[in-house]
């Protein structure tokens, strides 16, 4: 009997065990779908979050892109630099200006970078929001004019965070203000020239008849014919100085027609290869892959092309190199100095030009000469008149393009005439250049 009942309440117990692990287990199922519950709603949160995120990061993503694109389409030059002045930005344009990429300047100081650039100038200020033009010297070592605002940068609070440097490449505008006060200048001497060579030409030409009137009755007498001969050969000297003073002053009406320039130089240049050749002079011809043509008066522009040439072989009397290219200048470019369209009464923004240069390896123009050399009567040569480069830069101006030039004494000089272009013609796979042939001028210089 006592073992039956020790068995009865052995299976009481073991039944009470079970009841309470199946409730154990039943609470514990409960926790667990609870659980499961709570996980379910925080992961459909966390995924509403992640993709809220995401919609974050790409909206953000897409527009620092688009500040990005807006900073490198700007056509003008942007640096950014924090309260150290360490340069954070460096855009596209500021590149193409300075010569040097981003990824030389990011993390530098700006005044000491661009002070080293500025060369002799005054250093820009770091106190100061400043506002000035200048010169910079580029890494490929070319000087340009530059206009620099610098202006605070403020966040949403207004606190300082730094400053935005904005940089333009003026250099065609400087030289568009430096041909429009030469114009301006040459406009007033022009009218009084004028008056002068009408005043002097009357009693010229009374003194050559009466010296011609001198030489028959002197022709017994060589001694004194000499002399008389001295005289005419004087009037014609001071006559010919006239008729360039009158051609100088003469407005210029050009007869336009379609010009070929690349057929144009080269026929140009058959006219004066022999001269070249007796001075001991190469010619080179180095062409861009575009044929530009343009709205000209051939035979003013020979009187351009003698001019520039003559003056190339005066200045190489040993001989040397004497380089004629050709450039297209596109609207891109021109766009970049978007404040230039309306100096001199001519729009030159956005418009296609060809840049022309002859350069030659000769003595080469003295620095303080150069702003100088087209202005009339002014000449380094001792017989000049002074006149033919002022007629050149009448020539040009009438055709509305420029002439500028630049030298370095005993070096060389060079002068780049830009014209616009009235269409392109497609160009010629061969040109035969210095008697040896040129495949394929497909390069654009």
Known sequence: MNNVKLKTEDFELLKKAFDSFNQSTSRLKESNDFLQRKLKILNLQLEKKNKELEVSLREKESAKNYLNNILESLTAGVIVIDLKNNITVFNRITEEVTGYSSDETIGKNFYDFFNKLLESN????????????????????????????????????????????????????????????????????????????????????????????????????????????????????????????????????????????????????????????????????????????????????????????????????????????????????????????NINGKNMNGLNLVEIKFVDSGNGIPEGYIKSIFTPFFTTKERGTGLGLAIVHNIIDSHNGFISAKSIKGKGTEFSISIPIERFRQAKTERILNNSKILGLEKQL
Not at 141 to 167: M, P, Q, W, Y
């Open 122 to 341: 005054p250093p820009l200020r770091k106190q100061k929001i400043s506002k000035t033009e200048t010169k910079l010297i580029t890494q490929e070592g070319t000087e340009l004019f530059i206009s620099i605002n610098i202006h605070l940068l403020r966040d949403a609070r207004g606190k300082t965070i730094g400053k935005i440097i904005v940089i333009q490449d003026i250099t065609r505008l400087k030289k568009l203000e430096e041909q429009a006060e030469r114009r301006n200048r040459l406009m007033a001497m022009g009218e009084l020239a004028v008056n002068i060579a009408h005043e002097i030409r009357n009693p010229l030409g009374s003194i050559e008849l009466f010296a011609s009137l001198l030489k028959r009755e002197l022709k017994d007498n060589p001694d004194n014919l000499k002399l008389v001969e001295h005289i005419i050969s004087s009037i014609k000297s001071l006559n010919h100085t006239l008729s360039n003073l009158l051609l100088f002053t003469k407005t210029q009406k050009p007869a336009f027609t379609d010009i070929d320039i690349h057929e144009f130089l080269d026929n140009a240049a058959s006219f004066i290869n022999y001269n070249l050749k007796q001075n001991n002079i190469c010619l080179k011809r180095i062409y861009g892959s575009k044929n530009p043509i343009i709205k000209g008066d051939g035979e003013l522009l020979k009187q351009v092309f003698f001019n520039l040439t003559l003056n190339a072989i005066q200045a190489m009397p040993e001989g040397g190199t004497l380089n004629i290219s050709t450039k297209v200048l596109d609207g891109k470019f021109n766009r970049k100095e978007n404040n230039e369209k």
